[in-house]
């Protein structure tokens, strides 16, 4: 058995919650966790039972809660939810306020740049609900998100590619999406108006698209990338 304290990365403690995670899924039933004393030793075990192999228990010592605790004050927890944006069937389990909002989402920005978008989008001759479900993906409208490839703003522009569609200060929230707006019609034309290819350029640049014969490269964060934009674009009632 290994102490939790080593396997921060797959079972996350919270103070309010459990965050566990098997095969890359997270389901409602994770949170599904029992506690079994062990009186002769003082510590407890926790077990989440969809997401362990047979049976086994995760020990908790004093030592991890410890460490548990001072990740929850550092902010860790927020930014690692922040890292699993674009899944809108995850729920946290008891978070107030956000029983239908996705892990990770800035639900007041969403609102917030809704009349923006909205606007940005007529413009450009997009469905605001892509560019909408892009943001989710890309930045859980973050608008000072920067990922470790340095894609900065709420639809994680490169450098380049803010340059290339005019866009002086990607941190600039309405600047951003207008950006990124301007490339995604860019997509949209070039790949004549097919959306797996447009958002898989959009993700690993056109010109992987290329070397690929113009289809979805197989790079899995590029695949996973269309699939997680189309579920919640779907989501918002869009047929397609």
């Not at 548990?68 to 939810?81: E, I, K, P």
């Not at 859980?140 to 990922?147: F, I």
């Not at 197989?218 to 579920?231: G, I, N, S």
Request: overall charge positive.
């Amino acid at each position: 058995m290994k102490p939790l304290s080593s396997i921060v990365a797959p079972c996350v403690l919270s103070l309010t919650s459990w965050w566990c995670f098997a095969d890359g899924r997270i389901g409602a039933d994770a949170f599904n966790i029992r506690t079994i004393p062990a009186p002769s030793t003082g510590v407890s075990y926790q077990r989440a039972p969809s997401t362990t192999r047979h049976g086994k228990f995760w020990k908790v010592s004093g030592k991890s809660r410890s460490i548990a605790r001072r990740l929850d004050a550092s902010g860790y927890y927020s930014r690692y939810s922040n890292a699993l944006k674009g899944y809108p069937n995850l729920r946290s389990k008891k978070s107030a306020g956000s029983k239908n909002r996705p892990l990770g989402l800035h639900a007041a920005n969403r609102k917030q740049y809704r009349p923006h978008l909205n606007k940005i989008a007529r413009k450009h001759r997009l469905d605001p609900n892509l560019l909408d479900a892009v943001i989710v993906v890309e930045s859980g409208y973050n608008p000072k998100a920067v990922s470790k490839k340095g894609a900065l703003g709420l639809m994680q522009l490169m450098p380049d590619t803010a340059e290339r569609f005019d866009v002086s200060d990607p941190f600039d929230p309405v600047a951003n999406i207008r950006g990124g707006a301007r490339y995604l019609r860019w997509l949209m034309d070039h790949f004549e108006s097919d959306l797996e290819l447009t958002l898989a350029a959009y993700n690993a640049g056109e010109a992987t698209l290329a070397r690929h014969g113009n289809a979805v490269p197989p790079y899995k964060e590029t695949r996973t990338f269309v699939d997680r934009v189309l579920t919640v674009y779907r989501a918002s009632g869009t047929k397609r």
